[in-house]
């Protein structure tokens, strides 16, 4: 497993920085995420989500929810009966709630406060579960990945969207520069936590992307699992079944 990064390297836990960390950027968060992408990020996110088309998945549990946007994406274009979204950052949830109300989608989109280790559901629950750019936050990927998976019905499909590295020249040197020195700066321009936007590459270049992380898919007892490049690398989504 690779090195332990933190957003604060305090003695707080990562689980507690990382909760902290997103409780500090939740207002500006939806703002600098499209911001920074480019609006990107939204066909990245439909990408993952046509993933589950064919199962047609009536209840999904999208772990790492934050403010909500995979979920909302997930709502309109797979129309299950129910979402539900977790997460550790009550400040992410706060907003996630607030979207929830303005969009009138109260009995379709509920969230909760909870950890990807130790998710407060029952086994075999969901048809799906979704997990957007929270993966490399978790502070054990295995336990988190093993929990996805305790949850999920037999058959049911997991699927994870995260940035990965390019390994192709220009893409990986453009990118490289563009996540190490101007997003640190965006982010240290309007949001309030100047760490958040330099904890952003130095996660990613330590996450198991990959095959490491189909490698550790599988070990949370995950089988038919793919990867599946976008934009060069820049993002990869994961998908496995129970
Ligand atoms: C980059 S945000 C992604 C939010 C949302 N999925 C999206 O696509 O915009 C990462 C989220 O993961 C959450 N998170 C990190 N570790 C977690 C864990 N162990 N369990 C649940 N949520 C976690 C953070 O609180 C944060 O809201």
Request: aromatic share 12%.
């Amino acid at each position: 497993m690779s090195k332990t990064v933190t957003p604060y390297q305090n003695q707080a836990t990562k689980k507690e920085q990382v909760a902290d960390m997103f409780n500090n950027i939740s207002k500006t968060y939806d703002f600098l995420n499209h911001f920074m992408s480019l609006g990107i990020d939204i066909i990245w996110r439909k990408k993952a989500i046509n993933e589950l088309k064919k199962d047609q998945p009536k209840l999904i549990l999208d772990v790492a929810t934050g403010t909500g946007d995979f979920a909302f994406e997930a709502l309109k274009i797979l129309k299950p009966q129910k979402i539900v979204g977790a997460d550790i950052s009550a400040g992410m949830l706060d907003v996630a709630k607030q979207k929830i109300a303005k969009r009138g989608l109260g009995d379709k989109f509920e969230v909760k406060l909870g950890d990807s280790e130790k998710l407060p559901f029952e086994a075999n629950e969901f048809d799906a579960v979704t997990v957007a750019y929270g993966v490399r936050n978790f502070e054990n990927l295995e336990k988190g990945l093993t929990d996805i998976n305790r949850v999920l019905k037999p058959g049911g499909k997991a699927v994870v969207l995260e940035f990965s590295k390019p390994k192709a020249f220009p893409i990986k040197q453009l990118y490289n520069f563009y996540f190490n020195y101007i997003t640190p700066g965006i982010g240290k321009l309007f949001s309030k936590d100047s760490r958040a936007y330099t904890y952003l590459p130095e996660s990613v270049a330590a996450f198991p992307d990959g095959e490491a992380f189909r490698a550790i898919m599988h070990k949370a007892g995950f089988k038919d699992t793919k990867v599946r490049p976008l934009a060069f690398g820049i993002c990869s989504i994961y998908t496995g079944i129970k």
